[in-house]
């Protein structure tokens, strides 16, 4: 049966004084929501305490991004030893703005992905489309070749996460719709079934990211492909964080 997760990636966003949001989030999961995971993806230098703060939770807390070397000299880069060492579950790679702006290619994020598994973590592989891509009707093989080239080889059904976030709804308040979702994740789950069979398609969450908020967040977790959401924005306040995972089922 497929989990659901409600994760929150807070980006570049974040400093000591959020932790009460992090308290806050920790105190309102796991309360009669059997199957269903909740999680923020911070900053690594709040790693450590966001861990402390989510302790005795529900609460999970993971990275956004990590090296595919476990050590070594890469001066400002973090591997996926350091942030399950620092309390991490999970790390996000290949996120479009990393790719965007770290120049992150589908053979780097697989790297990073095996990174994470190798060091126990699970890793929340996002895919997604352009806005040109998207107009030009490539968005469905495009999201094919990212899922062949960004899942290591190797990878089990059960270890991985798969986030679609189309380019053009994130941070944006533009949010795909329910049929553009649909479409795309039952392309996602038919590619993942492929390579993995359908039973094992079928234990591997997809997510969707962009403008997902507690206005909408019914009407996307209600999609039949949806397994979860990956929130930027919406989950830097933990009353909309927890609006939202109150949604899931
Ligand atoms: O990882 C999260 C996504 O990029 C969505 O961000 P957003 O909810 O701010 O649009």
Not at 8 to 34: C, F, H, Q, T, Y
Not at 52 to 59: I, K, P, Q
Request: net charge negative; glycine share 12%; hydrophobic share 45%.
């Amino acid at each position: 049966m497929t989990r659901t997760l409600i994760a929150g990636n807070w980006k570049m966003n974040g400093l000591k004084a959020s932790l009460g949001e992090i308290r806050d989030a920790a105190a309102g999961v796991g309360k009669g929501k059997a199957g269903v995971e909740a999680l923020l993806c911070v900053p690594a230098t709040l790693l450590t305490v966001a861990a402390e703060a989510a302790h005795g939770s529900e609460l999970k807390v993971g990275g956004e991004t990590c090296h595919a070397n476990e050590s070594g000299a890469h001066t400002g880069d973090i591997s996926a030893e350091m942030l399950a060492d620092a309390g991490a579950s999970h790390v996000i790679v290949g996120h479009s703005e990393r790719r965007t702006d770290h120049g992150e290619t589908n053979e780097i994020v697989a790297a990073q992905a095996a990174a994470a598994l190798r060091a126990g973590l699970t890793p929340i592989i996002c895919i997604g489309e352009s806005l040109d891509q998207r107009k030009a009707g490539e968005t469905l093989d495009f999201v094919a070749s990212q899922i062949d080239g960004s899942i290591p080889e190797g990878a089990k059904a059960e270890e991985i996460v798969i986030a679609y976030e189309p380019i053009w709804a994130i941070g944006t308040g533009e949010v795909a719709t329910p049929d553009q979702i649909d479409e795309v994740h039952t392309a996602i789950r038919t590619r993942l079934a492929q390579r993995f069979g359908a039973d094992g398609a079928d234990q591997i969450p997809l997510l969707y990211g962009g403008s997902m908020k507690p206005g909408n967040a019914a009407e996307i977790l209600e999609v039949k492909d949806v397994n979860g959401g990956l929130i930027g924005g919406a989950s830097l306040k933990a009353d909309d964080f927890l609006a939202i995972y109150a949604q899931a089922k």
